[in-house]
């Protein structure tokens, strides 16, 4: 095109976009936050992967918790609510067919919802800290869950999780030298958003060894080499529970290190907790943050931000981008402007407001959807608890690797030994071990994982993450793949 200010080349059915060299706006004068910000999630190799998809092959995402994407059938009850909250009345509640269409119950609820929303219905803008409705009903399930009051108006509906811990962190943080301490490995839109911000991230190390647990001296080392060595201000600590990506379910004990430690340090505590649902090992339970911080001696004071999301659990509605965040004790001025950065996006989107409040009041037994709903939630946990086993199982039975059970979340992580070789070519790409590993398994059996290393880990690790969400024909062939593979890439790297 005549006058065109760009050279447009493509790849697969990717446009690059390539600025003319006068740009004022280029590399170097752009933000050097966002340059150097990284989220490995979406990184290298899935960028690859949708190369590869592109020109015809077929590609098997393990490399994000997207369960949809990959085959998981949504909830009945949900999408038919969701449905009548959308149509026009006329086409919906109030049409005279309606109890043919859907259960009574589906139909009363989608009525209560409707008027919560308001006669503007599901177009139109909210309260920039979610609907009140919706917010009483998370409010209900906290209290029900841990036993101890939460408050409708401590609650943010935001856009899933993410956006409200990128909320959080920007309130926390105001200059270089402020900290978030991390745990290693993280899920990394923690990094990513410390990094975007201009901020430190200050890891703690999870003991593999010990199934990813969590001591208090390794939390007061990395606080004391941050703080007296570095000069760091700790503002927060994140925690993720159950694990991302190392798949442990925390104790009780665990979490109690973890809020004392934060209590007596003065650290805000940042409590991950989208998987909370996700617990497959009988002998493990999730024990929220917030319980532990009411319970224990010491922490009366202790300032918890919670998290959580539609996208995990059963439900996986992760395109409907529903989230939320209860706060506890935290300083009422803080709050307020917390909530004008939740005015300057007008508010979450309408979809995930509701579905947060169906995640967290489901039909009951006894109302009619129930039978069907109970049915089809238990159907998915225990395939999820299936999947979780035979991957671990499997990873494990292949020569040269290690993985510690996934007792919950949606991840295994294993651990991967490489021949000297291939340590040595990776250097010479300037690729980490793991990233080359991670594209050669995907070129040779069209299966995408993460590199470990985009989650951080200790010095010479080199490993993977992977979800255990494609059907359970598919996951039982890729176990099979991971085995040939890894068989070929030693094969390939061997000493002579």
């Known amino acids: 095109m005549a006058g065109s200010q760009f050279i447009v080349s493509r790849q697969g059915d990717t446009n690059t976009i390539n600025p003319k060299p006068d740009h004022s706006w280029n590399k170097d004068t752009m933000s050097q936050n966002l340059r150097s910000m990284q989220y490995a999630v979406r990184g290298e190799v899935v960028i690859r992967a949708d190369e590869l998809a592109a020109e015809g092959r ?96 401590n609650i943010f509906l935001t856009n899933g999780a993410s956006s409200a811990i990128d909320s959080v962190l920007t309130g926390l943080i105001g200059k270089n030298s402020d900290a978030i301490m991390i745990p290693i ?20 190390y999870l003991d593999e060894e010990k199934g990813w647990a969590i001591t208090e001296r390794e939390l007061e080392g990395s606080r004391t080499a941050a703080v007296e ?16 990506p190392t798949g442990q379910v925390l104790s009780r004990e665990d979490i109690e290190i973890i809020c004392k430690f934060c209590a007596k340090h003065d650290i805000v505590l940042l409590a991950d907790e989208v998987y909370q649902k ?16 009411v319970e224990t001696p010491g922490c009366e004071n202790l300032q918890l931000i919670s998290f959580h999301s539609t996208s995990k659990g059963f439900i996986g509605e992760c395109g409907r981008r529903g989230g939320m965040m209860e706060l506890h004790n935290i300083d009422p001025y803080v709050q307020t402007q917390l909530y004008k950065l939740a005015s300057s996006g007008l508010c979450s989107g309408v979809a995930g407001q509701m579905m947060m409040s169906l995640m967290v009041r489901p039909p009951l037994p006894g109302e009619e959807s129930y039978e069907l709903f109970s049915k089809e939630e238990n159907a998915i946990f225990e395939s999820l608890k299936r999947r979780a086993v035979s991957l671990v199982q499997g990873l494990n039975a292949i020569d040269g690797m290690t993985c510690n059970p996934s007792d919950g979340a949606m991840y295994a992580f294993p651990r991967v030994e490489l021949p000297p070789k291939a340590l040595d ?8 071990p793991d990233t080359m590993y991670a594209l050669s398994l995907l070129e040779e059996t069209g299966i995408c994982v993460v590199p470990a290393s985009g989650f951080g880990q200790k010095e010479g690790r080199i490993g993977f993450r992977t979800t255990f969400l494609p059907p359970e024909d598919e996951l039982n062939k890729a176990i099979v793949e991971f085995k040939r593979h890894h ?10």
């Open 185 to 204: 490995p993280q899920y990394p839109i923690y990094s990513a958003i410390i990094s975007k911000l201009g901020a430190r991230q200050v890891g703690y």
């Open 425 to 432: 070519d990776a250097a010479a790409h300037e690729k980490t």
């Open 58 to 153: 077929k590609i098997i995402y393990t490399n994000i918790g997207n369960p949809q994407a990959v085959g998981q059938k949504p909830i009945t009850y949900y999408r038919q609510v969701l449905a009548l909250c959308d149509l026009p009345a006329e086409c919906g509640i109030a049409n005279p067919q309606v109890s043919s269409a859907f259960p009574d119950d589906v139909v009363a609820r989608a009525i209560e919802m409707r008027s919560a929303i308001g006669p503007a219905g599901t177009g139109a803008y909210t309260n920039s800290q979610g609907i009140s409705k919706f917010r009483d009903d998370v409010a209900h399930f906290i209290t029900a869950r841990d036993g101890h009051v939460s408050y409708p108006s």
């Open 487 to 496: 068989e070929l890439f030693c094969e390939k790297y061997a000493s002579t």
């Open 229 to 244: 060595r570095d000069g760091l201000d700790i503002r927060a600590l994140a925690l993720i529970n159950p694990g991302n």
């Open 278 to 293: 996700n617990v497959y090992n009988e002998t493990k339970e999730f024990v929220s943050a917030k319980k532990v911080a």
